[in-house]
T-cell receptor, first 111, second 115 residues
Framework: QKEVEQNSGPLSVPEGAIASLNCTYS??????FFWYRQYSGKSPELIMS????GDKEDGRFTAQLNKASQYVSLLIRDSQPSDSATYLC???????????FGAGTILRVKS | GAVVSQHPSWVICKSGTSVKIECRSL??????MFWYRQFPKQSLMLMAT?????????EQGVEKDKFLINHASLTLSTLTVTSAHPEDSSFYIC???????????FGSGTRLTVV
């Protein structure tokens, strides 16, 4: 079992729709959770960080964390073609400071 | 704030030569720097962790003599790919923890092509 699992996609959504990206993790003691966006040929850029259960909203993005289910998600409202990218879920374990990445989900927003 | 500057952005070298990649934290002190490698259409693979003032820690399967890491100061970490071969061609990215507001900040990456 991979430590951080994501559906590789591609996830295709029409412009203006809500894109829902999901991630599960195996280390129950994980404490910090991040969503990064990576365009082809570029390095990842931080979209959201979340540390406690519940929802965290920032503009069109909402991160949701459920530690009991070991599940973290990212919702993108009013999806735009410019949101088309690979979205990486990353987790920091309880003991340590390494950022462990999932394989990423490819999102395609069609105009 | 929380910018990591990575150079060069791309480099082409001949097989057998060495290449140095630099990562500098511009507006914060990076006591730790993580080095990743990414092959096309794959996720980031952590290669090693460098800590200022101590030896780097390498992930399993990464050759420490081939990928030399030096964390010379609180703002500079370097990765040297020694005796590069075509299979070392990849996208190398550094990253540093920059505080809870910024998460882990990534450099812009270095595209290495060994011919």
């Amino acid at each position: 079992q991979k430590e951080v699992e994501q559906n590789s996609g591609p996830l295709s959504v029409p412009e203006g729709a809500i894109a829902s990206l999901n991630c599960t993790y195996s280390d129950r003691g994980s404490q910090s959770f991040f969503w990064y966006r990576q365009y082809s040929g570029k390095s990842p850029e931080l979209i959201m960080s979340i540390y406690s259960n519940g929802d965290k909203e920032d503009g069109r993005f909402t991160a949701q964390l459920n530690k009991a289910s070991q599940y973290v998600s990212l919702l993108i409202r009013d999806s735009q073609p410019s949101d088309s990218a690979t979205y990486l879920c990353a987790v920091i374990r309880l003991y340590g400071n390494k950022l462990v990445f999932g394989a990423g989900t490819i999102l395609r927003v069609k105009s | 704030g929380a910018v990591v500057s990575q150079h060069p952005s791309w480099v082409i070298c001949k097989s057998g030569t060495s290449v140095k990649i630099e990562c500098r934290s511009l507006d914060f002190q990076a006591t730790t720097m993580f080095w990743y490698r990414q092959f096309p259409k794959q996720s980031l693979m952590l290669m090693a962790t460098s800590n200022e003032g101590s030896k780097a820690t390498y992930e399993q399967g990464v050759e420490k003599d081939k990928f030399l890491i030096n964390h010379a100061s609180l703002t500079l970490s370097t990765l040297t790919v020694t005796s590069a071969h075509p299979e070392d061609s990849s996208f190398y990215i550094c990253s540093a923890p920059a505080g809870q507001n910024y998460g882990y900040t990534f450099g812009s990456g270095t595209r290495l092509t060994v011919v």
